[in-house]
């Protein structure tokens, strides 16, 4: 069956970087896009953007250029999603979805990143 | 790019209906056949309800079902069910490779 399944919950201090991983299993991660969502605490769902698992070339929303890249190694079926010079209102979870002709179709569980001092 | 707007609640006895709207622009939710329907309980990932407007998942109980008149979606409930009680985002295709999701609606299942 297809799953996502997204590395553990990070604690990182101000200016710090954090790599958050995707794995899919259960189809071949190259067939479908992988979708990255943002859910700052207690609010609402943002689209960050995408990585085309094809050809790697990501697209981001705006809001989310400059210090988020999106990357992926197919050899192991795993998305990451960067975050460079992490400030307070990074805290979030960040989720991976697939993407492609239906979106969203299937989610990882999350992952909490918390920035503070 | 804006948010989509979701009232912020609605409510319902059990066995009721609700809808819950999502208004856009041309640019979004007017121009396109890609809106979508995600349900969310507290704690958990969105799982996915409604795509292309108004089809359902395998596995999602025919009472949910979604419509789109101008540049408005909507998603409605039949026969709320306990488990209905959770957030309910919108999500459309905006152009350019660019989704955008709703600013959420809590449905409260009295």
């Known amino acids: 069956q297809v799953q996502l399944v997204q590395s553990g919950s990070e604690l990182k201090k101000p200016g710090a970087s954090v790599k958050v991983s995707c794995q899919a299993s259960?189809?071949?991660?190259?067939?479908?896009?992988m979708i990255w969502v943002r859910q700052v605490p207690g609010q609402g769902l943002e689209w960050m953007g995408f990585?085309?698992?094809?050809?790697?070339?990501?697209t981001y929303a705006q809001g989310f250029t400059g210090r988020f890249v999106f990357s992926l190694d197919t050899s192991v079926g795993t998305a990451y999603l960067q975050i460079s010079s992490l400030r307070a209102d990074d805290t979030a979870v960040y989720y991976c979805?697939?993407?492609?002709?239906?979106?969203?179709?299937?989610w990882g569980q999350g992952t909490l990143v918390t920035v503070s001092s | 790019q804006s948010a989509l707007i979701q009232p912020r609640s609605v409510s319902g006895s059990l066995g009721q209906s609700v809808t819950i709207s999502c208004s856009g622009t041309?640019?979004?939710?007017?121009?396109?056949?890609?809106v979508s329907w995600y349900q969310q309980h507290p704690g958990k990932a969105p799982k996915l309800m409604i795509y292309?407007?108004?089809k359902r998942p395998s596995g999602v109980p025919d009472r949910f079902s979604g419509f789109k008149s101008g540049n408005t979606a909507s998603l409605a409930i039949s026969g709320l069910q306990a488990e209905d009680d959770a957030d309910y985002y919108c999500?459309?295709?905006?152009?350019?490779?660019?989704?955008?999701f709703g600013s959420g609606t809590k449905v409260a299942v009295l």
């Open positions: 979805a697939r993407g492609g002709a239906i979106v969203g179709d299937y």
């Open positions: 259960g189809y071949t991660i190259t067939g479908y896009a």
């Open positions: 990585i085309n698992t094809n050809t790697g070339n990501p």
């Open positions: 041309s640019s979004d939710v007017g121009g396109t056949n890609y």
């Open positions: 292309d407007v108004r």
């Open positions: 999500c459309s295709y905006a152009g350019r490779s660019i989704y955008v």
